[in-house]
């Protein structure tokens, strides 16, 4: 029985559930997609009644050679340089990039993405702001322009998410600051605006218990990207108020961990390792100016080249798979961290 009449593929794709791009190669060469996915697609065909325009598909095709890039706080260090790397990337390849930022705002993520969409970009790789994303929105965008997540992964949407391992990250620093000193307590928001500050929160705990180890985690208010400045006014009452259990703290992300360095230092708490220091502090990400704090940040390092690297090779790949019709496997690529020992602990 036929349920609705459907005018093209993106409405096509949509109703039947299927990412645009997956629809795209079917149509190119049914044999390229998975048996239960070619016959997802050839069931919606007789629901739907649809059938493709093939000189518009073939419009189509002559995409721009754009690549859109959209990150969530540009004034973040971290972003400012991912993106760069990024950049780099695809204008060695050939491509031209726009690199929008999101400003913390849910609405200007989507209108930044809808934007991109007029300019019919060949590809769009997306840092989105996680758990405050509107995810119906780049739902719709993902089947409709070829896209890879990376720093923040929203399950199942997109053709590929790019990012760190949190839990392989958060073992490695915990690990050495239990074998080390005192067993680190975990400094973080209350409210956290890092994508992947759930994820670390639920790696410290984990391994804290495989230690053996009672976790302390304090919580400080703050919603915004202005992390030092939270971190900052947090330290000051954790250290005022004694909240801290033990004279090791770990910090959720590098941001937070310089703003509690400035709350040390004008509570005339030396941090450091050895005689008359009084805190360790660590942090996770290594930050571009983590190495310029006083004292110097131990901290956990994010793999940038890595993540950027693989984050336009699989974009490239999926543009190219959308074009030719050939097979492209949705896939998850988490990075190690790497250990960076420092003067802070």
Known sequence: MVEQKIRNMEEFAAASGISRPTVSKYFNDPASVRRT??????????????????????????????VGIVVPYLADPFFAEIARTIERLCIAAGYRTILLSSHGEPA??????????????????????????????????????????FDSRIDDVGEAFIGSDN????????????????????????????????KRHAAYLAIMERLGHAPEVVQVEGHDWEFEAIGYRGGLSAIE?????????????????????????????RVGRGHGCALRVAGHDDHPFARFTCPSLTTVSQDYAAIAARSVETLLALIDSDQTGAAFAPRVVLFDGRLVMRQSA
Do not use: H, W
């Open 37 to 66: 996915t070619r016959e997802r697609i050839e069931a919606a065909l007789e629901r739907f009644d649809y059938r493709p325009n093939i000189y518009a598909m073939n419009q189509n095709r002559r995409l721009t050679k754009t």
């Open 108 to 149: 200007l993520e989507i209108e930044n993405l809808e934007n991109l969409r007029l300019l019919r970009p060949a590809g769009v790789l997306l840092a989105p702001l996680g758990r405050a994303s509107d995810r119906a929105a780049i739902e719709r965008f993902c089947a409709d322009v070829p896209a890879v997540l």
């Open 241 to 269: 108020r004694r909240r801290f259990a033990t004279d090791t703290v770990l910090c959720s992300n590098d941001r937070l961990a310089i703003g509690l360095l400035a709350a040390a230092y004008e509570k005339g708490l």
């Open 167 to 198: 839990g392989q990250s958060m073992a490695l620093i915990v690990d050495y600051l239990c074998r080390t000193g005192e067993p680190p307590c975990l400094f973080e928001m209350k409210t956290p605006t890092n994508p992947n500050a759930r």
